[in-house]
């Protein structure tokens, strides 16, 4: 039979490739999207505007406990990966208030509903390499002590102790992977790696001459978005539910993503970076990195890509984009009267 999957956070870009590879897989995929998605597709849905024909998306907010009883209620979904969120770290700092509520009541939203009406739907949580925050040890795994920096960490943490709890006390199939920043041509503007690449793209074809960033020495574990929803998928199918951290392994700063992909255009970083202390934040993170030889031994999951296919593949798609639509003005300016 069909499997049917419900992917939160179906427009963002995770979601959009797990939709993917769910739609490869064969299952019947459906999404919660917030009904402003709906009304806007060509903007709101634009990651996955090549999916839309494919995939059932269903008007919802994790505000909204009955919007999403309704969904939960209307199909005996199979799988259910819970990756909608406010994700951004530094809006978490903006508005605190606003952060915890969306992630820790829709996260219990989610899995209240399911234990109501789905108990044998399994779950997955997008649990964050931010619940390590001041790192206790070097790799991070999974027995690693959380020490949450910000409102985004500390709700990250309360959504895998509820992930936990709802396994323990309920006896469903709920799991957290722990995953390590991964990014890819689809990564959010307001990220650290996609406002490189895009300015990086921008200064190369003259649209712009500087890139103003925060902390240059904090370094991250970063991977691929495409790799890691693969890791989501094969947590779900496993016969005991458990929680696995994904991660490269490999550590790399600000500064060296900066370098690599300013040489990716034969340009020097340190004539365009500039450093403004408004992207500073007021707890950083400063160095993650992860063990995820659980994931690799349990799973069999490993990563494709490397930092350098990341970067390259990364600016390439900004460079191709923007090029299109510099293209695209200039003839338009060419042909105006
Ligand atoms: P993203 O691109 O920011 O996508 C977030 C998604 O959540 C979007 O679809 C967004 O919908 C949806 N959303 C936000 N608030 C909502 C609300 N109130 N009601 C309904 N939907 C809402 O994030 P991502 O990078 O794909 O990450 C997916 C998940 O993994 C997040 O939970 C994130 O915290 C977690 N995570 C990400 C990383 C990473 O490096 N990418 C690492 C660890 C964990 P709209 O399109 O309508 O805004
Ligand atoms: N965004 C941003 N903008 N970050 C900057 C800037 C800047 O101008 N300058 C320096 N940084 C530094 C941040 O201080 C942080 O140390 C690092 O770059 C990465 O920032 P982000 O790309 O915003 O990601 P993040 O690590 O805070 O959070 C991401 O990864 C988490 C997993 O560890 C998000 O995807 C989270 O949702 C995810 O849980």
Redesign the pocket.
Known sequence: MTKKALITGITGQDGSYLAEELLRRGYEVHGLVRRVALEAPERRTERIAHLLDKVNLHPASLESYPSIFHIVSRYDFDECYHLAAQ????ESFADGFSTMNTNINGTHYMLAALRELRPQCRFYFAG???MFGKVREVPQRESTPFHPRSP?GIS?VAGFDLTRNYREAYHMFCVSGI???HEGPRRGF????R?ISNTVARIKLGLATEL?????E?Q?DWGHAKDYVIAMYMMLQQSEPDDYVVATGESHS?REFCERAFAEVGLNYKEHVVVDER???PA??DQ?VGDSTKARTVLGWRPKYTFDELVREMVQSDLETLSRTKGHEVSKLSSSP
Do not use: D
């Not at 103003?212 to 240059?216: A, E, I, P, S």
């Open positions: 994700s951004f770290v530094a964050s390499s931010e985004y990250k995953l390590f920043n307001e990220f650290v790696t406002k103003k960033l925060g902390n240059l904090a991250r600000v992207f500073r934040r950083e993170v993650l």
